[in-house]
T-cell receptor
Framework: EDQVTQSPEALRLQEGESSSLNCSYTVSGLRGLFWYRQDPGKGPEFLFTLYSAGEEKEKERLKATLTKKESFLHITAPKPEDSATYLCAVRRYNTDKLIFGTGTRLQVFP | DSGVTQTPKHLITATGQRVTLRCSPRSGDLSVYWYQQSLDQGLQFLIQYYNGEERAKGNILERFSAQQFPDLHSELNLSSLELGDSALYFC???????????????FGNGTRLTVT
């Protein structure tokens, strides 16, 4: 059965303190791995798609990487506005739906 | 703004009642997905429609049903509501898939359903 596990569940960082979020996945035939950001009371907002092991994508202070078993979301010098829940999802071949992990709740303090 | 519109934003109703949630996808998107998000279970896939036809089904209860209309908007109907149905219900849309397509889902801001 396809499964996505994110860790840690929650992370508290000081402003400027870099860290990484982990997404481990088990899926038969990975078609894509997706990262989303979700703010309280809002829908998930798309960040990145990664397609194959070794791929990296960057956006401002965020960098996503992918291996055959997991993905990392690296946050460099975070700011309070980066506080949100970060969700990882996978899509397997022959389907369109995304299977989500339960997310990492990130809080960045000034 | 994702371009996906969901109404209403909030819904409070009693057990045993029936409600309808509405979703308008982004312009050009043919696929609509419904997800349920509760505190303890994260985002759970319910059902997908593609250009009016049911494409995939997840853990959707028999008391729940959905449809996609010719103008591509979608409705999720929840009946015989129970306390445990209280959750956030999200609609998402995406471009057509196919062998070369791998477009992300774009989510609306959800409908918060409270069953009392």
């Amino acid at each position: 059965e396809d499964q996505v596990t994110q860790s840690p569940e929650a992370l508290r960082l000081q402003e400027g303190e870099s860290s990484s979020l982990n997404c481990s996945y088990t899926v038969s035939g990975l078609r894509g791995l997706f990262w989303y950001r979700q703010d309280p009371g809002k829908g998930p907002e798309f960040l990145f798609t990664l397609y194959s092991a070794g791929e990296e994508k960057e956006k401002e202070r965020l960098k996503a990487t992918l291996t055959k078993k997991e993905s990392f979301l690296h946050i460099t010098a975070p700011k309070p506005e980066d506080s949100a829940t970060y969700l990882c999802a996978v899509r397997r071949y022959n389907t369109d739906k995304l299977i989500f992990g339960t997310g990492t709740r990130l809080q960045v303090f000034p | 703004d994702s371009g996906v519109t969901q109404t209403p934003k909030h819904l409070i109703t009693a057990t045993g009642q029936r409600v309808t949630l509405r979703c308008s996808p982004r312009s050009g998107d043919l696929s609509v997905y419904w997800y349920q998000q509760s505190l303890d279970q994260g985002l759970q896939f319910l059902i997908q429609y593609y250009n009016g036809e049911e494409r995939a089904k997840g853990n959707i209860l028999e008391r729940f049903s959905a449809q996609q209309f010719p103008d591509l908007h979608s409705e999720l109907n929840l009946s015989s509501l129970e306390l445990g149905d209280s959750a956030l219900y999200f609609c998402a849309s995406s471009l057509p898939g196919g062998p070369l397509g791998n477009s992300p889902l774009h989510f609306g801001n959800g409908t918060r359903l409270t069953v009392t």
